[in-house]
């Protein structure tokens, strides 16, 4: 009779338990949510503690379950140990989107960050595409009237590859009426790098790329009768003569 009585507690048990990881998830996501306001306010420490909260939930609830299933006799552990097994592995899909939510943290934190901290070397970059400059840097007649024209332009066939001259991030990706298609990077210590005439997009806005990643290709569209791109450099904004850093360029 009292093993019947058990068996017939053990619907309640599991509204019980399934009160208790519901209760336990609303209140991480409650945490979470307040958290993830302040975050970028204070990043390294309120990362911490974001982490070490919910490795704590995530435990607690494995010592109280485990608690509560050590004190059951053993008849009854028996007769429930199917929705043991349900209730760890619950817990474990519990724990994995703990750690899911901390890589996010990690991604939204650590990239950016990285850029900045690395040391930007101008004269480790690479050819944009290959080549022949055909406009360069300076100031230029445009039939009677006097221009300055910023960055060059590398005669490329269409279709040819343009990368990464070094490690960055997507900064934007934007179209313009002279230049067409843009794409603009950020390589930390306040370069940026700028390529335009460019199609078929390979990156998107935030992007972490390496030196020598495809951004997309030459189209038809130029500053000139020749296919091709225009490309610019520029440090704390002010534009910089790409000739001066890429050497290969300049041949």
Sequence with gaps: MAIENRRQSLPKLRVILGK?????????????????????KRRVLMQTLIVCSLISLGCWG???????????PLVFKESISEEAERT??????????????????EEIANPREAIK????????????TKGKVVRKNGWEKMITEWRYHSGIDIFA???SKVVAVAEGQ??????????????????????LSLYAHIKSVQ???????????VLGYTSLSTCG???????????????????TILTDLSD
């Design 20 to 40: 208790w990881m519901t209760k336990i998830k609303g209140n991480i996501e409650k945490i979470w949510k307040k958290l993830i306001k302040i975050y970028f």
């Design 225 to 243: 009768p020749e296919p091709g791109i225009h490309f610019n450099l520029f440090h704390k904004g002010k534009p910089v003569d790409p000739l």
């Design 117 to 128: 901290e690395k040391v930007f070397q101008p004269l480790a970059l690479v050819m944009p």
């Design 62 to 72: 494995i010592l109280q379950f485990r608690a509560k299933q050590t004190t059951l």
């Design 170 to 191: 997507v900064k934007e990706v934007r179209s313009d009426s002279s230049l067409r298609t843009i794409i603009t990077l950020e390589h930390g210590s306040e370069w």
């Design 88 to 105: 760890v592995g619950m817990i474990s899909e519990l724990q994995k989107e703990i750690n899911e939510l901390r890589k996010k943290v």
């Design 203 to 213: 990156v998107s806005v935030g992007q972490i790329v390496k030196q020598g990643t």
């Design 157 to 159: 066939p269409v279709g």
